[in-house]
């Protein structure tokens, strides 16, 4: 029974882990650009962060990045993102796609920093 019980917790403790591995964060922040959720995004942000957009550039405060990128979604109207690389390189973790809005398409680029052992956002930029 013991030996039942070993098995059962060491295979339990495998799939939890599996499932917030590297790449995960990646795939989530993914999904939040595809859907325009800043909300979901905020999740994977670093206390500050950079961010490029046209006629704006700086490092932000996860709070103000949070307010820049909801009135930037809102005023593009996002109708989809379209991946066109991800990879990582020491671990940390990068992703280039095309972010498709209502008033025209933007190459977006995310930097994501391996931090206490998750992923951060540390750089977004958007160029159209």
Known sequence: MKKYLLLLTLAFSIIT???FGPGQSIESVIGAL??????????YMDGNLDISMPNKT???SKAQAVLILKDFFARNGVTGFEVKHKGDNK?????????????GTYRTTVFM??????????EIRFQP
Not at 91 to 103: F, P
Request: glycine share 12%; aromatic share 6%.
């Open 17 to 19: 882990l599996s499932a």
């Open 58 to 60: 700086d490092t932000y």
């Open 91 to 103: 671990g940390n973790e990068y992703c280039i796609g095309m972010l498709n809005t209502k008033s």
């Open 34 to 43: 595809r859907n325009g959720n800043t909300s979901e995004l905020s999740r």
């Open 113 to 122: 920093k391996a931090d206490g052992g998750k992923q951060l956002i540390k």
